[in-house]
């Protein structure tokens, strides 16, 4: 590019208003193109629930939170939720949402959330991880879980806890540690020192 | 410096430049209305030969059968598969034709139809406005009842909905009429429309943000 290696600044004035004629006057060109072909793809067989394109559907669900949970209405697009917006008729949230629950539907499009299974880094399907799973469960079961630890955040589900007590029950020698890394432990210190004992604020 | 000629030159030049450009322009708005730009009236090659003519204008299929939300949501609605199949289980259903149906259901994979309404991303159209408020499927897609591969009839070029929304009483029809194909304005239209439009509380939406939003 002899042309860009001449003068002290690389182009001079001649040469850039030139070049600039030239791409002004082919700016318009850009614009000149037909509309890609597009395909309409309708179901097989349609869903009973009556998705209907362009249509948005409401859940109604929860999000645990902190060893809490709080009632959202979840708008869904085709499959695919775009926004969390709190149930009017959860007593709880009135309608109202926090920060971690309006921003909760980002991590779901996050691109560093794991697609797949992988083990050492390499691709592996559902299977083989409850393969994996089954096999160190069993090697457990001699000892009745002495070295078996669950590390979980703290949960409020009354149905998962009834399966953790019942995991427990199956492995008397295992451990359950609940981890919470924004635990509100300074309003749950201020209630010991209040009333004597581990209750859990609201 | 220059020959005498010169001056006849630069005064037809100049003067000639007025009708080319004029001519240019025309000629580029021609070719913008043109078919080969806006496609319509260009039958669409579909994955199977489906034809309206004999579904909706022989057979006498409401419009409504597979283009099931066309009044109450933004689209109106491709039929499933299954919509097919709820006839061609039983007739024609040995048809060579057909096979990318039967294909389709049995794979449970959807059939890919080429889009031969192709308004740009940046309109927003709602079917089902236009249907309440008496606006015939004919009035925008033609005579869908008597075409067998399916063609665009509009230019969906911004000035074709304008001539509409700037004037609705030319165009609309009784809400009873709406899905008949077959509906031809009566003599008075004008003055049936006005009616119709103060009826239907139809405004005239000419705002850029009614479409563009």
Known sequence: ?202 | VFHRSTNTFSRVSIFGALFFIAGATYGLALINRSAYVTEAGVAREQPIQFSHRHHAGELGIDCRYCHTTVERTASAGMPATQTCMNCHAQIWAESPMLEPVRASYRTDTSIRWARVHDLPDYVYFNHSIHVQKGIGCATCHGRVDRMNLTWQEASLQMEWCLDCHRAPERYVRPRAEVFNMAWEPPSNQLEVGRELVHEYKIQSLTDCYTCHR
């Not at chain 1, 004629?21 to 067989?45: F, K």
């Not at chain 1, 969390?84 to 629950?101: C, F, I, K, M, R």
Request: aromatic letters at 6%.
């Open chain 1, 1 to 202: 590019m002899s042309d860009w290696s001449g003068g002290e600044v690389g182009v001079n004035r001649r040469e850039f208003l030139r070049l600039m004629s030239a791409s002004l006057a082919l700016a318009g060109a850009g614009a000149c193109t037909r509309q890609p072909p597009e395909a309409i793809v309708p179901y097989a067989r349609a869903p009973e629930e009556g998705i209907v394109p362009g249509e948005p559907l409401f859940f109604a669900t929860a999000m645990p939170l902190a060893g809490g949970a709080l009632g959202l209405l979840v708008e869904s697009h085709m499959g695919r939720p775009t926004k969390v917006e709190g149930n009017p008729q959860h007593p709880q949230s009135l309608g109202a949402t926090d920060v971690y629950a309006q921003a909760s539907v980002l991590g779901l499009y996050d691109p560093d959330r794991s697609q797949v299974i992988t083990s050492a880094g390499e691709i592996r399907p559902w299977s083989a991880f409850l393969e994996t799973l089954r096999a160190a469960m069993e090697a457990q079961r001699a000892t009745g879980g002495a070295g078996l630890r669950f590390l979980t955040e703290p949960i409020s589900s009354p149905t998962a806890i009834q399966q953790m007590r019942a995991l427990l029950a199956e492995y008397p020698g295992a451990r359950w540690h609940q981890y919470e890394p924004l635990a509100r432990d300074g309003a749950a210190a201020g209630l010991r020192a209040a009333v004597g004992a581990e209750v859990a604020p609201h």
